[in-house]
């Protein structure tokens, strides 16, 4: 099974900073997925990018997939409360037939007021 | 709402107990996915099911399986159950087989093993 080691692990900001999750893997992946997840909720997709070198924009996110489809990045500016939850990355695995996602490690992301 | 139902939302039990947590998939999907979150190790795939035929197998210990039925409602059983399964299980739906359009999940069944 492939691997996706998110960092930060932790990341507490104040409102209007801006910060960036990285997603790293040394196995490439047939896409990447972003999602948000608050406590007690399930994750919810915010992203997918396909393509290498991909990059897309949802109001103040940013996200990339690296050229060699192997990492991604999530840049958020101006961050706000709401904003607050964890993060995971997920990877497409390109060697089965029936493709499953796997989830990277996490980043929980604090947005204290 | 997600539109993925998972039932119930909490489950407390004992070790060695038995349990079956349920999942409807959003109206349309064919593909059902079980994960399972715990702190340390994070969102695990155990195992996906498209139009009742098992798809794939990841790391699903062998006390625990999984079925999906014609109306394409899932069930995931967890037998002789430890404390280390106490854990959220989530369940997921997607239209067709791939990943690439995402994941839907549901709101997860938290188990507690007592």
């Known amino acids: 099974t492939q691997l996706l080691e998110q960092s930060p692990q932790f990341l507490s900001i104040q409102e209007g900073e801006n910060l960036t999750v990285y997603c790293n893997s040394s196995?490439?992946?047939?896409?990447l997925q972003w999602y948000r997840q608050e406590p007690g909720e399930g994750p919810v997709l915010l992203v997918t990018?396909?393509?290498?070198?991909e990059v897309k924009k949802l109001k103040r996110l940013t996200f990339q997939f690296g050229d060699a489809r192997k990492d991604s990045s999530l840049h958020i500016t101006a961050a706000q409360p709401g904003d607050t939850g964890l993060y995971l990355c997920?990877?497409?695995?390109?060697?089965?037939?029936?493709?499953?996602?796997?989830f990277g490690t996490g980043t929980r992301l604090l947005v204290s007021p | 709402d997600s539109g993925v139902t998972q039932t119930p939302k909490h489950l407390i039990t004992a070790t060695g107990q038995r349990v079956t947590l349920r999942c409807s998939p959003r109206s349309g999907d064919l593909s059902v996915y079980w994960y399972q979150q715990s702190l340390d190790q994070g969102l695990q795939f155990l195992i996906q099911y498209y139009n009742g035929e098992e798809r794939a197998k990841g790391n699903i210990l062998e006390r625990f399986s999984a079925q999906q039925f014609p109306d394409l409602h899932s069930e995931l059983n967890l037998s002789s159950l430890e404390l280390g399964d106490s854990a959220l299980y989530f369940c997921?739906?997607?239209?067709?087989?791939?990943?690439?359009?995402?994941?839907?999940f549901g709101s997860g069944t938290r188990l507690t093993v007592v």
């Open positions: 990018v396909v393509t290498g070198g």
């Open positions: 997920a990877g497409g695995e390109m060697n089965t037939g029936f493709q499953k996602l796997v």
């Open positions: 997921a739906s997607t239209k067709g087989q791939g990943s690439n359009y995402g994941y839907t």
């Open positions: 196995s490439v992946f047939s896409s």
